[in-house]
């Protein structure tokens, strides 16, 4: 898993520091942006919350709190799921400025692109990470599953979904920054 953490790091990595030697690039010709839609601020906590429901369960596996668990995967998977929900009406409320710029000039298309394509990175992959959380969540529902001194999936779902809140938090602050 930290092998994989490390390779999507890099990845979101690159991502970032080229939109930022290219926005550096475009410097005060970078087109004043309609305001970024305010339901991220929304989406950015729902997603912090689903991080902090995704530890309480894997605190409470770890000291055998099942029932527990079950609770915190329901509420974390439900929380996930909302925040596609959410970034998706974000997508849909910056749809119709950026359809209406798109013309404008390059710097327009750079500008409007690099908010679509960090969304979409980032959305991809918490889809990505909701197909096991889902499995794990399904399992938690079974009595006995997991334990205190058994419960890998809980854990790694759990490395996982942190990373990709982190992750978030960085694309918001350059997106808040850059645009």
């Known amino acids: 898993m930290g092998l994989f953490l490390t390779s999507l790091g890099i990845l979101f990595g690159v991502t970032l520091i080229a939109f930022l030697v290219l926005r550096l690039q475009i410097g005060r010709a970078w087109p004043d942006l309609p305001p970024l839609p305010r339901i991220l601020w929304i989406s950015t906590s729902v997603i912090v919350l689903s991080s902090a429901t995704m530890q309480w369960g894997l605190s409470s596996i770890r000291r055998g709190r099942g029932g527990v668990l079950s609770v915190a995967m329901l509420l974390t998977l439900a929380l996930g799921f909302a925040f596609l929900a959410l970034q ?15 013309n404008q000039s390059e710097e327009w298309r750079f500008a409007l692109t690099s908010f679509y394509l960090f969304t979409a990175l980032h959305a991809l992959h918490v889809v990505g990470g909701l197909l096991p959380m889902t499995l794990v969540t399904w399992r938690s529902l079974r009595p006995g599953r997991y ?32 645009v």
């Open 88 to 102: 998706s009406l974000a997508w849909l409320r910056w749809l119709a400025p950026a359809v209406e710029r798109w």
């Open 147 to 178: 334990s205190a001194t058994d419960h890998a999936g809980v854990h790694l779902c759990a490395m996982y979904w942190h990373f990709l809140a982190v992750v978030w938090l960085v694309l918001f602050a350059t997106l808040m920054i850059g």
